[in-house]
C-alpha cells in the first residue's frame, strides 16, 4: 500500500450526529482499520479490511470499489460527484473510520485535493497518534478529537498523548468527545478533564452518553450527567453534554 493510499470501509451521505456540528450535511469517508479496541464501538465492521467498499451518494448509482485506494482516485470521485447540478450541499468531508491516522499519507493527500475542491475536512480521530496528527493538521479544518476513557479500553492509552494531541488540534476548529457510560468512575473522569485542560486551556468537551449497552456499560442516569458537568467545573474547560443524534433520526 502506498503512503497516499488506504483502504476504505465506506462513503456515503447523512448528516453529522455527533459533537458541536451535528446536522451540518457531509460526505463520509470510512477508513477500515483501527489499532484499538473500544469495548463500545458502534462501528465493529471497520476495524476490518475488506476487499471491497459501497460508495453510496445521492444523485449517483450506488457502486463499489477495491482496496486499497489511492487518494487522488477517491478525489476523482467525489470532484464528479460534486459537479452534479442537483446534489445536496455538502459542509464538510468527515474523515473517520476506523483510525484515519493510521493511513497519514493519504489524510495529507486527501486534504490537499479537497482544498482545491473547497470542501472543508473534519477529521474525527481517537487522539492517540499526535505525530501523525501534527502531520495531517495543515489539510485540515475541523477535528473531533475522541477521548477514550480508561474503564472503555481493554488497553489504556495515556492521558499524557491525550494531553498533547489536545495541545496539536487547538490549532484549528475542535472539539474532544468523551463516551461515558454508567461504569465511568470520577478519578478517570478528573484526569481526563485535567490532561484536556493542561492541553489546552478551555477545550469544548463533549460528554456522549454511550448508545446500547457493551462490555462498556449502558447509559449514564440523567443525575451522573449532571453530577459530572458539576466537577468538570473544577477546570477550565466548555463542557456539555450531547448525545448521538443521528442515532434518534434513523440516519447512518
Not at 452534479?84 to 484515519?100: F, I, K, Q, Y
Not at 486551556?201 to 459530572?228: D, F, H, I, K, N
Request: aromatic fraction near 8%.
Amino acid at each position: 500500500m502506498g503512503d497516499a493510499s488506504a483502504p476504505l470501509h465506506e462513503v456515503f451521505f447523512s448528516v453529522q450526529g455527533e459533537g458541536l456540528w451535528i446536522g451540518v450535511p457531509q460526505v463520509f469517508v470510512r477508513v477500515a482499520g483501527c489499532d484499538l479496541a473500544c469495548w463500545y464501538c458502534d462501528t465493529v465492521a471497520a476495524q476490518r479490511v475488506s476487499p471491497e467498499w459501497p460508495v453510496d451518494l445521492p444523485g449517483r448509482e450506488p457502486s463499489t470499489e477495491s482496496n486499497p485506494v489511492a487518494a487522488d482516485h477517491l478525489a476523482g470521485l467525489l470532484r464528479a460527484w460534486l459537479a452534479l447540478p442537483d446534489r445536496p450541499p455538502v459542509h464538510s468531508m468527515a474523515l473517520t473510520g476506523g483510525e484515519p491516522l493510521l493511513y497519514p499519507g493519504f489524510v495529507a493527500a486527501l486534504g490537499k485535493a479537497l482544498v482545491e475542491l473547497r470542501v472543508p475536512m473534519y477529521l474525527e480521530t481517537g487522539g492517540h497518534h499526535p505525530k501523525e496528527l501534527a502531520r495531517v493538521l495543515p489539510w485540515v479544518d475541523y477535528v473531533s478529537l475522541d477521548y477514550k476513557l480508561p474503564s472503555t479500553l481493554p488497553e489504556p492509552v495515556p492521558a499524557r498523548i491525550f494531553a498533547e494531541s489536545t495541545r496539536i488540534t487547538a490549532q484549528r476548529q475542535f472539539f474532544v468527545k468523551m463516551v461515558v457510560t454508567d461504569r465511568i468512575t470520577e478519578g478517570e473522569l478528573l484526569e481526563a478533564c485535567a490532561a484536556i485542560a493542561e492541553g489546552q486551556p478551555g477545550a469544548p468537551v463533549v460528554l456522549q452518553p454511550v448508545t446500547g449497552v457493551s462490555r462498556a456499560g449502558g447509559p449514564p442516569a440523567a443525575e451522573q450527567l449532571l453530577e459530572w458537568l458539576r466537577l468538570a467545573r473544577r477546570y477550565p474547560l466548555q463542557v456539555r453534554v450531547i448525545p448521538q443524534c443521528h442515532k434518534l433520526l434513523g440516519a447512518r
